[in-house]
């Protein structure tokens, strides 16, 4: 139990690698409020932690996590609902297609909005709870590896995903003094609601060429790396990131081929 006695809030924690991270959380000993547009499925799985005799609070808290007023009553909301909030991770994102010089300004602000504009607005409303209750804590920013390989038609999205990384560092300079911890994690290829469409037989063929462990990761596998950082297992560890993705970033090598001979 190495989350005992500490509240958590997961954004887009109804479904996806926000579920898994949120139950993660409370199988750690946490008490999570799960915020998300999501209603009916944040219910669930807020009242699936209740029901797994867990004796943990969970509470769904409805949010749209690009409007800053509605961030600023969940979180107040979450420290009534919790006693407190200790953890915080933003993992709530969207995505969309089309090269970049087709995107609409109304596409581009959408994604900014929701993917960068709410890890700030959480991050924010959060850090001052954290501050003024003098405890320390965890803020916890879901990257991706596309904040550093390029994704083709998926340009607003990166661009988020590599601003969180960003933000993320000067957020950890600046709140170290009070021994808040802010690092990220990047997931590779996984398996959620949002991109299991993607993964045809084609794509996971070439996925399978391009990561050397040959697999897709499940939501729990990505999970186990955010209770690690909500952990005093990683209470030296800030601005960092977190990279979960069976070894596709850091491989050069080029499929089916070899540059020498045996």
Partial sequence: MRL?????????????????IAIALANEGANVAIADVQMEKAEAV???????????????????VGDSAQVDRMVAQAVAD???????????????D???????DETWNRLIRNNLSSVFYCSRAVARVLIAQKQG?????????????SEPSAGPYTAAKGGIEALSRTMATELAPYKVNVNCVAP??????????????????????????KEIAQPEWIAAGVVFLASDESRYMTGQVLTID?????????????????
């Fill in 46 to 64: 807020a009242a699936q932690i209740r029901a797994d005799g867990l004796a943990r609070k969970s509470v769904a808290i409805k949010c749209d």
């Fill in 188 to 213: 590779g290829a996984t398996f959620s609601e949002l991109t299991t469409p993607m993964y045809t037989e084609a794509v996971k063929q070439a996925l399978f060429q391009r990561v050397p462990m």
């Fill in 98 to 104: 089309g090269s970049f010089w087709n995107v609409s």
């Fill in 137 to 149: 804590g965890r803020i916890i920013n879901m990257s991706s590896i596309h904040a550093t390989l």
């Fill in 4 to 20: 005992e006695g500490k509240n958590a809030i997961v954004t887009g924690g109804a479904a996806g690698i926000g579920k898994a």
């Fill in 246 to 262: 069976g070894g596709y970033v850091m491989d050069g090598s080029l499929p089916g081929a070899k540059y020498w001979t045996e």
């Fill in 82 to 96: 919790l006693g407190g909030v200790h953890i915080l991770v933003n993992n709530a994102a969207i995505i969309s």
